[in-house]
């Protein structure tokens, strides 16, 4: 890669936040249940103190994907949400937050919309970046070039499968930050952290500076606080998207609010792991 | 005759590529297992031991070489053309699956894989992966939408009397498109002790190639019994093309042939809406789905379109990424046949030659009764009867096609 950016993610990352906590990153689907209630959400995630927001693209076919953020992805497609139509509403949801966005989602929808015209879109609605699940580095040259010419960052994964060679390329593409996958296997609620998180990190950092946020599995204070001890931040995603669909119709935006603090500050009662977990 | 093909062909290159098509786009969580994968393949298919042991099971076990028959009556009944079926619907499992199963079961014995899971859609392809796995003392899960499992019940009885797990999957339009995701979500989660037998010439790269080179006996031993039967190259292949890996099979020895033409058919199904059928080189476009880039039936919006076909097996919305490039080179034409037209073809060539074929292989019987009664005294042609029609008789007999 020839330019190197240092973007509004990889600072916000680096620093530590006031309390000298690690950094909170939550995923939620476009769409679900609706793209009016996606403003709210937004509104809602970030008040909570979300630091950085993922924000899914839903797909027809979502492989890297569990059940819960499968069933999101169903709920977006019936409430019409396509990738133009986030797009479209993304400025208005940029300006209602704080916290900085990145789309999440899948290469096909982004591939037809136009990389260039994604890249375009993407900036001039003041998003900072994108991450897509079934891009690696060796199909991305295109996707990459796009993205910097519009100065967004583009966040590569890495995963405890991720051979050292791999690690190396990973952190090469990456800009803002690179995720980790906790555990081989789809999204979703996982009861322990996996202690391949601590390894993988040490093996990456010996490739790259940049800030390692830590997801998949991750759905409680206690996890966030142990990934915070050992990368920048945590990634919470299924857990916070079923508590959208398990909390958001009777109670609204204060609800998912709550969970976000409670993820942070562990207190907040009503979100325990037992009742979090009685569906699965 | 010349026996050496006339022009160089060599794909894919180093990264997967046919043409432009093919590649490999999957999280990174599975980029190794794919890495590791194609290094065993390559090191398997220069291996003379692996080699012997797999033509030793293809012989013994599966039943090759499968006869070319003479379709005489079809061939009079038809005009003039001297019609060939390729008999794979022979095969024990009753079609060309068990080739492609047979090699990546023993490649995932030699990787030290103890489970295989697939993705079937007419069940063909569950049911020979749930044999060899049986066969070869490996755990199997075979992944199938409900659609398909309520359509092709008795291969869902044979794949549990086997031994293997069934499990049906209620998202999308239940149907193979929804199972390949499933096997792939298993196998995502599974990497270690899990070899994913994808059952098609399509996924990432090597999964294009190496499901097109174990089915590439089909043509190599066309090309020597057309040589007995009639000394000379056949002018025209037909077969059905659902991922496309008995059509790829066929045509792959014969691609440097420019004299043998190659028809690939696809499933017209019901109408030509967007929904209605499986023909991707006339609805689709190209994307990326399954780990790789070719042609997809999807909408404006990039999300991937459902399918109808009559015909499980080629009821999906993708196309194997060597079809893609030979679309493109116009080295092979692909066309589409309609759900009554197959259904037609398979009572025409049950009455006329004593053979029931499967849906999936009517297809491309269908296209030959079509395109037949134009061609000239002189033309040889093969179809490639790719399955048996035992698990449709179901199908048939809703369908009143007696």
């Known amino acids: ?280 | 005759m010349s026996t050496e093909p006339a022009l160089q062909y060599a794909l894919p290159d180093a990264r997967g590529r046919f043409g432009e098509f093919g590649g490999r786009y999957v999280s990174e969580t599975l980029m190794h297992p794919v890495e590791e994968l194609q290094r065993a393949y390559e090191k398997a298919r220069d291996d003379r031991v692996f080699q012997a042991e797999l033509s030793g099971l293809l012989k013994n076990y599966a039943g090759r070489p499968t006869p070319l028959h003479f379709a005489r009556r079809l061939s009079e009944h038809l005009g003039r053309a001297r019609i060939y079926l390729k008999r794979e619907d022979l095969l024990h499992t009753g079609a060309h699956k068990i080739n492609n199963c047979l090699g990546q079961g023993l490649l995932a014995r030699r990787m030290g894989k103890k489970r295989l899971i697939a993705e079937t859609g007419a069940g063909q392809h569950g049911v020979a992966t749930a044999t060899v796995a049986s066969l070869l003392g490996l755990e199997c899960v075979v992944y199938m939408g409900e659609e398909d499992m309520a359509r092709q019940a008795p291969n869902v009885f044979r794949m549990r009397l086997l031994g293997a797990e069934v499990i049906g999957v209620s998202a999308g339009s239940k149907t193979l498109k929804d199972a390949v995701n499933e096997a792939m979500r298993d196998w995502v989660a599974n990497v270690e002790s899990t070899h994913y037998l994808l059952g098609s010439a399509l996924g990432p790269h090597p999964y294009p190639m190496m499901v097109r080179d174990f089915n590439r006996v089909i043509g190599q031993e066309v090309r020597a019994q057309m040589r007995e039967a009639e000394s000379r190259l056949p002018d025209a292949l037909f077969a059905c093309v659902g991922g496309g890996s008995n059509s790829i099979g066929l045509f792959y020895d014969f691609i440097p042939e420019p004299s043998v033409k190659l028809v690939g058919v696809e499933a017209g199904g019901r109408g030509t809406a967007l929904g209605e059928h499986a023909a991707r080189f006339s609805g689709g476009k190209p994307g990326v789905i399954h780990g790789m880039y070719t042609y997809v039936l999807q909408n404006s919006d990039g999300l991937i379109s459902n399918t109808h076909s009559i015909s499980a097996g080629l009821d999906y919305p993708a196309i194997g990424p060597e079809h893609a490039e030979l679309h493109r080179q116009g080295r092979a034409e692909y066309t589409r046949v309609t759900d009554g037209e197959a259904l037609d073809a398979v009572r025409l060539l049950s009455r006329l030659e004593g053979i029931i074929p499967a849906l999936e292989s009517a297809h491309a019987v269908a296209e030959v009764v079509k395109r037949a009664p134009r061609m000239g005294r002189e033309a040889r042609v093969v179809v490639n009867i790719s399955g048996r029609g035992d698990k449709d008789l179901g199908i048939f007999q809703d369908a009143g096609i007696l």
């Not at chain 1, 791999?166 to 800009?175: M, W």
């Not at chain 1, 916070?240 to 998912?256: C, D, K, M, N, P």
């Open chain 1, 1 to 280: 890669m020839a330019t190197v950016c240092t973007g509004r993610i990889e600072t916000l990352l680096r620093e530590r936040g006031p309390d000298g906590a690690g950094r909170l990153i939550v995923y939620l689907t476009a769409g679900d249940p609706s793209l009016e209630d996606t403003e709210k959400l937004l509104a809602a995630v970030d008040r909570g103190g979300a630091d950085l927001i993922e924000l899914g693209v839903p797909f027809s076919d979502p492989i890297a994907d569990g059940v819960v953020i499968q069933r999101a992805s169903e709920r977006a497609l019936r409430a019409g949400t396509t990738l133009s139509r986030v797009l479209a509403r993304l400025p208005r949801w940029r300006q209602a937050v704080h916290a900085p966005i990145i789309l999440f989602g899948y290469y096909n929808p982004v591939l037809q919309y136009g990389l260039e015209r994604f890249a375009r879109d993407l900036a001039g609605a003041g998003a900072e970046g994108a991450l897509l699940v079934d891009l690696p580095p060796e199909e991305a040259e295109p996707c990459v070039a796009a993205m910097r010419s519009q100065n967004l960052d583009l966040i590569f994964l890495a995963s405890p499968t991720s051979s050292d060679e791999r690690l190396e390329l990973v952190s090469r593409f990456s800009t803002g930050f690179v995720y980790i996958v906790s555990v081989p296997g789809v999204t979703g609620e996982r009861a322990v952290l996996s202690g391949a998180v601590a390894p993988l990190a040490a093996r990456i950092r010996r490739f790259t500076n940049l800030p390692l946020a830590v997801g998949f599995g991750i759905s409680s204070p206690e996890q966030v606080r142990q990934a915070q001890a050992l990368v920048e931040a945590a990634v919470v995603g299924s857990a916070l998207v079923r508590t959208i669909e398990e909390s958001y119709r009777e109670h609204g935006g204060q609800a998912i609010e709550r969970f976000v603090r409670w993820l942070i500050s562990g207190t907040g009662v009503q979100f325990t792991m037992e009742t979090q977990r009685h569906k699965d």
